[in-house]
């Protein structure tokens, strides 16, 4: 059974940082794509960033300069380490992989940006 489990969130005040990281557990195989999405309230899922096993990243516009999606292979783990907060970027950060042909989620860890 594969599980991805989200950590990090929590409250911070605007320019903070807060490092998020997601442990795939129950792949036997690699990770093609691991990511990082968001959901703020009323507003639709968005990407924040992707990396490739090989190490490609991509990032939102919003995000660029500020965050930083890494991985851990050995640990099939995911990192976002996010500076400069701003309240634009309370959302619940939700986890992402692919592999084996399929998407996996994340149960998703609330991120609050006060001002």
């Known amino acids: 059974q594969v599980q991805l489990v989200e950590s990090g969130g929590g409250l911070v005040q605007a320019g903070g940082s807060l490092r998020l990281s997601c442990v795939v557990a129950g792949s036997t195989s690699t990770i093609e794509i691991m990511g990082w999405y968001r959901q703020a309230p009323g507003k639709q899922r968005e990407l924040v960033a992707i990396?490739?096993?090989?190490?490609?990243?991509n990032y939102a516009d919003s995000v660029k300069g500020r965050f930083t999606i890494s991985r851990d292979n050995a640990k099939n783990t995911v990192y976002l380490q996010m500076l400069g907060l701003k309240p634009d970027d309370t959302a619940v950060y939700y986890c992402?992989?692919?592999?084996?042909?399929?998407?996996?989620w994340g149960k998703g860890t609330l991120v609050t940006i006060s001002s």
């Open positions: 992402n992989a692919h592999f084996w042909g399929m998407t996996f």
């Open positions: 990396i490739s096993n090989g190490g490609s990243t």
